[in-house]
């Protein structure tokens, strides 16, 4: 925002990525110090002015809950100190998958996390591959949704896999299978799957021809990896020459690391919207930083400049 000067600040769910991001902008992180107390609750301050500035904070809101309650608490110490704009960085939003009331007596999640981000005092929110996209509806304020495959896109390139065929590992992540599918000019294959219970998945139908060919599964996130290794499982049954898997989020919970281990998948790709602790690192991973994106859309959002421009893949 021309005229205010650009102040970026980190919670404490990303370090890595917020570094990487300041870094490829030129620009330090800011001085801001978060402490919790004994019973756990948890202390934010500002140990610089930033009375009149454009203010970036950089958090994802992955589970534990204390990622969002860090976010909220930075935003409303950010408008308690006259901070002129306050634009939350969430690469990763989490609660995303509670997008809709699909049984009774349940929450709609995501919409309580954007409104808690704007009763706070975010003016704007930028992130990344969301789960759904209609959550942008969720919000009242501008928001900024990048897409990873502008990062993953020149890896795929450079791998120059031949005979290639993308797989959507389930029905909801049929959109972003078949961008990637249209932009590398390959063929689509879809698993239709049944999920009996949470983070439980069953395979029904593979629509599509896998026999003899590279398998690409291709899905937003991985959590416990019940779908991704099923969907490769599968796609080994339905005869194809090699799997490799690319989602962008690495939630890796619970047997994620396990399953991928001792699944078919060759090669698990994803970026670093999330921090990935050392127990849950392996052979088979690979990290691509979307550090430079995150950092030039902050830098365009701050001129008044289009980011559109960054999708052009």
Known sequence: MRGHPLKLFAGRSNPELANEIAESMGEPLGDLRIVNFSDGELWVKYEENIRGTDVFLIQSTNPPAENIMELLLMIDAARRASAHRITAVIPYYGYARQDRKDQPRVPISARLMATLITEAGADRVLTMDLHSTQIQGFFDI?????????????????????????????????????????????????????????NQSEVMNVIGHLDGKNVLLIDDLVDTAGTMTTAAVTAREKGAKSVQAMATHPVLSGPAVKRIKQSPIERL?????????????????KVISVGELFGESIKRIHEEESISVLFNV
């Open 142 to 198: 501008p928001f900024d949704h990048l897409y990873s495959k502008i990062a993953l896109l020149n890896y795929i390139r450079e791998e120059h896999m031949d005979n290639l065929v993308i797989l959507a590992p389930d029905i909801g992540s049929i959109p972003m299978a078949r961008s990637y599918a249209k932009l590398l000019g390959t063929s689509l294959a879809i698993i239709d799957k049944r999920r009996p219970e949470p």
């Open 269 to 285: 790709t994803v970026t670093n919207t999330l921090h990935i602790p050392e127990e849950k690192k392996m052979d088979k991973l």
